[in-house]
Protein backbone atom coordinates (compact mmCIF):
# COMPACT_ATOMS: atom_id res chain seq x y z
CA UNK A 1 0.00 0.00 0.00
CA UNK A 2 2.93 2.49 0.45
CA UNK A 3 3.07 3.22 -3.47
CA UNK A 4 -0.30 3.89 -3.60
CA UNK A 5 -0.33 6.74 -0.68
CA UNK A 6 2.10 9.06 -2.73
CA UNK A 7 -0.06 8.11 -5.52
CA UNK A 8 -2.81 10.06 -4.22
CA UNK A 9 -0.95 13.00 -2.52
CA UNK A 10 0.14 13.87 -6.25
CA UNK A 11 -2.97 13.55 -7.51
CA UNK A 12 -4.46 15.81 -4.99
CA UNK A 13 -1.80 18.29 -4.70
CA UNK A 14 -1.80 18.69 -8.87
CA UNK A 15 -5.91 18.82 -8.73
CA UNK A 16 -5.51 21.71 -5.86
CA UNK A 17 -2.47 23.84 -7.89
CA UNK A 18 -4.33 23.30 -11.25
CA UNK A 19 -4.92 27.24 -11.86
CA UNK A 20 -4.47 28.76 -15.28
CA UNK A 21 -1.32 30.67 -15.77
CA UNK A 22 -1.67 34.32 -15.39
CA UNK A 23 -0.29 37.12 -17.17
CA UNK A 24 0.84 39.81 -14.29
CA UNK A 25 -0.76 43.41 -14.27
CA UNK A 26 2.00 46.23 -13.22
CA UNK A 27 0.64 47.68 -10.11
CA UNK A 28 0.25 51.04 -9.23
CA UNK A 29 2.62 52.54 -6.69
CA UNK A 30 1.09 50.95 -3.43
CA UNK A 31 -1.55 48.72 -4.81
CA UNK A 32 -1.34 44.76 -4.28
CA UNK A 33 0.15 43.18 -6.90
CA UNK A 34 -1.21 40.51 -9.12
CA UNK A 35 -0.34 36.60 -9.03
CA UNK A 36 1.50 35.38 -11.65
CA UNK A 37 2.75 32.04 -13.11
CA UNK A 38 6.45 31.12 -13.82
CA UNK A 39 6.47 30.33 -17.39
CA UNK A 40 10.15 28.97 -17.86
CA UNK A 41 9.89 24.96 -18.11
CA UNK A 42 13.86 25.12 -16.39
CA UNK A 43 12.26 26.37 -13.40
CA UNK A 44 10.59 22.87 -12.16
CA UNK A 45 11.10 23.01 -8.12
CA UNK A 46 10.98 27.09 -7.67
CA UNK A 47 12.56 27.02 -3.88
CA UNK A 48 13.23 30.36 -3.31
CA UNK A 49 12.07 34.11 -3.55
CA UNK A 50 13.51 38.03 -3.64
CA UNK A 51 12.35 40.79 -4.97
CA UNK A 52 15.05 42.60 -6.95
CA UNK A 53 16.47 45.88 -5.52
CA UNK A 54 17.59 47.18 -8.63
CA UNK A 55 14.51 46.07 -11.22
CA UNK A 56 11.15 46.63 -10.05
CA UNK A 57 8.20 43.90 -10.95
CA UNK A 58 11.60 41.08 -10.99
CA UNK A 59 12.04 38.45 -9.11
CA UNK A 60 14.73 36.09 -8.36
CA UNK A 61 14.44 31.87 -8.22
CA UNK A 62 16.31 29.38 -8.68
CA UNK A 63 15.54 25.50 -8.75
CA UNK A 64 16.35 22.81 -5.66
CA UNK A 65 19.12 20.46 -5.90
CA UNK A 66 19.90 18.75 -9.22
CA UNK A 67 19.81 21.89 -11.36
CA UNK A 68 23.12 23.04 -11.20
CA UNK A 69 24.17 26.48 -10.43
CA UNK A 70 21.77 28.95 -12.19
CA UNK A 71 19.31 31.87 -10.75
CA UNK A 72 16.71 33.17 -12.75
CA UNK A 73 15.09 36.37 -13.25
CA UNK A 74 11.49 36.54 -13.46
CA UNK A 75 9.19 39.32 -14.68
CA UNK A 76 6.13 39.31 -12.45
CA UNK A 77 4.25 41.54 -15.37
CA UNK A 78 4.73 38.10 -18.01
CA UNK A 79 5.94 35.32 -16.06
CA UNK A 80 8.78 34.57 -18.22
CA UNK A 81 12.11 34.77 -17.60
CA UNK A 82 14.47 37.83 -18.20
CA UNK A 83 18.00 36.50 -17.16
CA UNK A 84 19.82 33.62 -15.90
CA UNK A 85 22.94 34.02 -13.83
CA UNK A 86 25.39 30.92 -14.07
CA UNK A 87 27.67 30.36 -11.09
CA UNK A 88 31.30 29.16 -11.93
CA UNK A 89 33.56 27.20 -9.57
CA UNK A 90 30.60 25.79 -7.78
CA UNK A 91 28.93 22.53 -7.60
CA UNK A 92 25.66 22.78 -5.42
CA UNK A 93 24.41 20.12 -3.20
CA UNK A 94 20.83 21.18 -2.04
CA UNK A 95 20.09 25.12 -2.81
CA UNK A 96 17.30 26.17 -0.55
CA UNK A 97 17.08 30.08 -0.32
CA UNK A 98 18.10 33.19 -1.73
CA UNK A 99 17.99 36.93 -0.20
CA UNK A 100 19.20 40.54 -1.31
CA UNK A 101 21.47 42.34 1.19
CA UNK A 102 21.92 46.21 1.15
CA UNK A 103 25.04 46.04 -0.03
CA UNK A 104 23.35 45.10 -3.57
CA UNK A 105 24.48 41.33 -3.34
CA UNK A 106 22.55 38.30 -4.06
CA UNK A 107 22.83 36.04 -1.49
CA UNK A 108 22.19 32.25 -2.13
CA UNK A 109 21.88 29.26 0.27
CA UNK A 110 23.25 25.60 -0.26
CA UNK A 111 22.24 25.11 3.10
CA UNK A 112 19.55 22.27 2.92
CA UNK A 113 19.87 18.79 4.29
CA UNK A 114 17.65 16.50 3.67
CA UNK A 115 19.22 13.19 5.40
CA UNK A 116 17.81 15.23 8.60
CA UNK A 117 21.01 17.44 9.04
CA UNK A 118 24.15 15.15 8.91
CA UNK A 119 26.19 17.69 6.34
CA UNK A 120 29.30 19.19 8.94
CA UNK A 121 29.18 21.92 6.85
CA UNK A 122 27.15 24.12 4.39
CA UNK A 123 27.79 27.04 1.69
CA UNK A 124 26.51 30.40 0.94
CA UNK A 125 27.64 32.47 -2.26
CA UNK A 126 27.51 35.66 -2.73
CA UNK A 127 27.59 37.69 -5.99
CA UNK A 128 26.05 40.92 -7.51
CA UNK A 129 22.63 41.52 -8.71
CA UNK A 130 23.36 42.62 -12.21
CA UNK A 131 22.46 46.06 -13.53
CA UNK A 132 21.41 44.89 -16.46
CA UNK A 133 19.23 42.01 -17.16
CA UNK A 134 20.84 39.51 -19.78
CA UNK A 135 22.60 36.24 -19.46
CA UNK A 136 25.86 36.00 -17.83
CA UNK A 137 28.24 33.26 -15.76
CA UNK A 138 29.39 35.03 -12.73
CA UNK A 139 31.95 33.52 -9.93
CA UNK A 140 31.02 34.04 -6.65
CA UNK A 141 32.34 34.50 -3.71
CA UNK A 142 31.55 30.91 -1.37
CA UNK A 143 31.47 30.96 2.39
CA UNK A 144 31.84 28.08 4.89
CA UNK A 145 29.08 27.96 7.13
CA UNK A 146 28.69 25.91 10.76
CA UNK A 147 26.28 26.15 13.16
CA UNK A 148 27.11 25.86 16.85
CA UNK A 149 25.37 23.50 17.73
CA UNK A 150 26.08 20.58 15.25
CA UNK A 151 24.33 20.14 11.60
CA UNK A 152 20.79 21.16 10.91
CA UNK A 153 18.55 20.85 8.20
CA UNK A 154 17.39 24.46 6.77
CA UNK A 155 15.39 26.15 3.87
CA UNK A 156 15.41 29.80 4.91
CA UNK A 157 18.12 32.18 4.87
CA UNK A 158 17.73 35.90 5.27
CA UNK A 159 20.22 39.18 4.85
CA UNK A 160 19.11 41.97 7.21
CA UNK A 161 18.60 44.95 4.71
CA UNK A 162 19.83 47.36 6.61
CA UNK A 163 22.71 45.99 8.52
CA UNK A 164 23.67 43.28 5.77
CA UNK A 165 24.10 40.32 8.78
CA UNK A 166 23.13 36.64 7.53
CA UNK A 167 20.19 34.65 9.20
CA UNK A 168 19.24 31.21 8.91
CA UNK A 169 15.97 29.28 10.31
CA UNK A 170 16.50 25.79 10.68
CA UNK A 171 13.71 23.18 9.47
CA UNK A 172 12.79 20.76 12.62
CA UNK A 173 10.31 17.85 11.49
CA UNK A 174 8.86 18.74 15.00
CA UNK A 175 7.84 21.72 14.04
CA UNK A 176 9.92 24.06 15.92
CA UNK A 177 13.43 25.09 14.55
CA UNK A 178 15.53 27.96 15.66
CA UNK A 179 17.00 31.25 14.41
CA UNK A 180 20.66 31.31 13.23
CA UNK A 181 22.64 34.47 13.39
CA UNK A 182 26.00 34.48 11.42
CA UNK A 183 29.25 36.66 11.84
CA UNK A 184 28.85 40.34 11.76
CA UNK A 185 31.01 40.11 8.50
CA UNK A 186 31.09 36.67 7.04
CA UNK A 187 34.84 35.26 6.04
CA UNK A 188 35.59 34.07 2.57
CA UNK A 189 38.83 32.20 3.96
CA UNK A 190 37.56 30.82 6.70
CA UNK A 191 34.41 28.99 8.36
CA UNK A 192 31.45 31.13 9.61
CA UNK A 193 30.09 30.17 12.80
CA UNK A 194 26.32 30.15 13.02
CA UNK A 195 24.53 30.88 16.61
CA UNK A 196 21.09 30.39 17.77
CA UNK A 197 19.36 32.87 18.59
CA UNK A 198 15.98 32.11 18.98
CA UNK A 199 13.46 29.49 19.17
CA UNK A 200 10.94 29.56 15.42
CA UNK A 201 8.11 27.90 15.76
CA UNK A 202 7.40 27.11 12.59
CA UNK A 203 8.21 24.09 9.89
CA UNK A 204 10.15 26.79 8.20
CA UNK A 205 10.48 26.41 4.21
CA UNK A 206 11.93 29.88 3.59
CA UNK A 207 11.97 33.46 5.18
CA UNK A 208 12.55 37.33 4.74
CA UNK A 209 12.74 40.55 6.45
CA UNK A 210 10.86 43.62 5.55
CA UNK A 211 12.57 46.08 3.34
CA UNK A 212 12.65 48.39 6.87
CA UNK A 213 14.07 45.19 8.58
CA UNK A 214 11.70 45.89 11.61
CA UNK A 215 9.39 42.39 10.79
CA UNK A 216 10.87 38.97 10.19
CA UNK A 217 8.43 36.49 8.24
CA UNK A 218 9.15 32.59 8.34
CA UNK A 219 6.82 30.46 6.22
CA UNK A 220 6.06 26.73 6.10
CA UNK A 221 3.86 24.84 4.15
CA UNK A 222 0.56 25.85 5.63
CA UNK A 223 1.39 28.83 8.17
CA UNK A 224 3.54 31.96 8.51
CA UNK A 225 4.98 33.74 11.64
CA UNK A 226 5.87 37.51 11.53
CA UNK A 227 7.97 38.79 13.89
CA UNK A 228 8.93 42.25 15.32
CA UNK A 229 12.73 43.12 14.73
CA UNK A 230 14.56 45.80 16.72
CA UNK A 231 18.23 46.43 16.96
CA UNK A 232 19.18 43.24 15.60
CA UNK A 233 17.18 41.21 18.22
CA UNK A 234 13.89 39.31 17.41
CA UNK A 235 11.61 41.07 19.87
CA UNK A 236 8.30 38.55 19.79
CA UNK A 237 5.88 37.39 17.70
CA UNK A 238 3.19 40.47 15.38
CA UNK A 239 1.27 37.96 14.30
CA UNK A 240 0.07 34.90 11.76
CA UNK A 241 0.22 35.57 7.81
CA UNK A 242 -2.10 34.42 5.77
CA UNK A 243 -0.68 31.38 3.76
CA UNK A 244 -2.15 30.55 0.64
CA UNK A 245 -3.08 26.88 0.12
CA UNK A 246 0.04 25.58 -2.20
CA UNK A 247 1.42 22.36 -4.21
CA UNK A 248 4.58 22.89 -1.87
CA UNK A 249 5.11 26.07 -0.56
CA UNK A 250 8.86 26.56 -0.71
CA UNK A 251 9.32 30.61 -0.85
CA UNK A 252 8.36 34.17 0.59
CA UNK A 253 9.53 37.58 -0.25
CA UNK A 254 8.23 40.98 0.43
CA UNK A 255 7.39 43.51 -2.03
CA UNK A 256 9.36 46.41 -2.70
CA UNK A 257 7.17 48.44 -0.45
CA UNK A 258 6.60 46.25 2.37
CA UNK A 259 2.82 45.85 1.99
CA UNK A 260 2.82 42.43 0.21
CA UNK A 261 4.07 38.91 0.91
CA UNK A 262 4.45 37.04 -2.42
CA UNK A 263 4.30 32.96 -1.90
CA UNK A 264 5.95 30.78 -4.08
CA UNK A 265 5.65 27.23 -4.72
CA UNK A 266 7.50 24.35 -6.29
CA UNK A 267 6.22 22.60 -9.33
CA UNK A 268 6.32 23.02 -13.25
CA UNK A 269 4.37 26.35 -14.13
CA UNK A 270 4.52 27.39 -10.36
CA UNK A 271 1.77 30.23 -9.07
CA UNK A 272 3.48 33.10 -7.07
CA UNK A 273 0.62 34.42 -5.18
CA UNK A 274 0.52 37.99 -3.02
CA UNK A 275 -0.86 38.28 -0.23
CA UNK A 276 -1.63 41.69 1.65
CA UNK A 277 -0.19 43.03 5.06
CA UNK A 278 -2.48 44.64 7.62
CA UNK A 279 -1.62 46.17 11.22
CA UNK A 280 1.12 44.76 13.44
CA UNK A 281 1.90 42.74 10.22
CA UNK A 282 2.92 45.72 8.47
CA UNK A 283 6.51 47.11 8.87
CA UNK A 284 7.02 49.87 11.36
CA UNK A 285 7.54 52.41 8.42
CA UNK A 286 4.30 51.20 6.15
CA UNK A 287 1.01 52.88 6.80
CA UNK A 288 -2.07 51.67 7.21
CA UNK A 289 -4.55 51.77 4.23
CA UNK A 290 -7.31 54.22 5.07
CA UNK A 291 -10.31 52.19 6.29
CA UNK A 292 -7.90 49.12 6.91
CA UNK A 293 -8.58 48.29 10.38
CA UNK A 294 -5.83 46.97 12.89
CA UNK A 295 -6.51 43.30 12.76
CA UNK A 296 -2.81 42.42 12.22
CA UNK A 297 -3.99 39.46 9.95
CA UNK A 298 -3.61 39.69 5.83
CA UNK A 299 -5.77 38.78 3.31
CA UNK A 300 -7.50 36.32 1.85
CA UNK A 301 -5.21 35.07 -1.41
CA UNK A 302 -8.06 32.83 -3.22
CA UNK A 303 -8.58 35.24 -5.86
CA UNK A 304 -4.49 36.35 -5.94
CA UNK A 305 -5.38 39.38 -4.76
CA UNK A 306 -5.88 39.99 -0.87
CA UNK A 307 -9.19 41.76 -0.09
CA UNK A 308 -10.58 40.77 3.44
CA UNK A 309 -9.51 39.53 6.68
CA UNK A 310 -6.82 36.42 6.66
CA UNK A 311 -4.71 34.77 9.07
CA UNK A 312 -7.95 34.53 11.12
CA UNK A 313 -10.01 31.30 11.85
CA UNK A 314 -11.30 31.20 8.22
CA UNK A 315 -7.72 30.71 7.15
CA UNK A 316 -7.32 28.23 10.44
CA UNK A 317 -10.48 26.52 9.39
CA UNK A 318 -9.04 25.70 5.67
CA UNK A 319 -5.55 24.44 7.23
CA UNK A 320 -7.56 21.70 9.42
CA UNK A 321 -9.82 20.88 6.43
CA UNK A 322 -6.65 20.41 4.38
CA UNK A 323 -5.05 18.72 8.00
CA UNK A 324 -5.27 14.93 5.67
CA UNK A 325 -3.27 16.46 2.48
CA UNK A 326 -1.20 18.38 4.87
CA UNK A 327 0.38 15.14 6.07
CA UNK A 328 -0.04 13.63 2.72
CA UNK A 329 2.21 16.29 1.45
CA UNK A 330 4.73 16.00 3.66
CA UNK A 331 5.03 12.13 2.82
CA UNK A 332 5.21 12.83 -0.37
CA UNK A 333 8.04 15.50 -0.50
CA UNK A 334 9.80 13.28 2.14
CA UNK A 335 9.62 10.39 -0.23
CA UNK A 336 10.51 12.47 -3.31
CA UNK A 337 13.66 14.01 -1.67
CA UNK A 338 14.85 10.69 0.22
CA UNK A 339 14.52 8.78 -3.49
CA UNK A 340 16.47 12.09 -5.15
CA UNK A 341 19.37 11.13 -3.17
CA UNK A 342 19.75 7.97 -3.50
CA UNK A 343 19.89 8.15 -7.30
Known sequence: MRPFLPALGIAALVALSAAPPARAVPAAD??????????????????????SRAHPGVYWTHNDSGDGANVFAVDSRTGRTVATVTLAGIDPRDVEAISIGPDGNIYLGDIGDNLGGTWPEVWIYRFPEPK????????????TVRYDEGPRD???????????????????????GALYEGPEQLSESGVNTFRRVADVNVWATDGAFSPDGTRLVVRGYFEARAYRWKD????????????????????????????????????ATSRVTPVELKGELLPDSVPERSGDDDSGKGGDPSDGKSSGPGGDESNRNLAIGAGTLAVVTVLVVALRRL???RT
Do not use: C, N
Not at 30 to 51: C, H, M, N, W
Not at 132 to 143: E, G, I, S
Not at 154 to 176: C, F, N, Q
Not at 259 to 267: D, H, K, N, P, S
Open 30 to 51: GDVPSAFTIQDPRIKESSGLAA
Open 132 to 143: TLRDATVTPVRF
Open 154 to 176: AESLMVHPKTGRVYIASKKRSGK
Open 232 to 267: GHLQGEAGRPTVPLQRQGESVTFTPDGRTLMYGTEG
Open 339 to 341: LRR
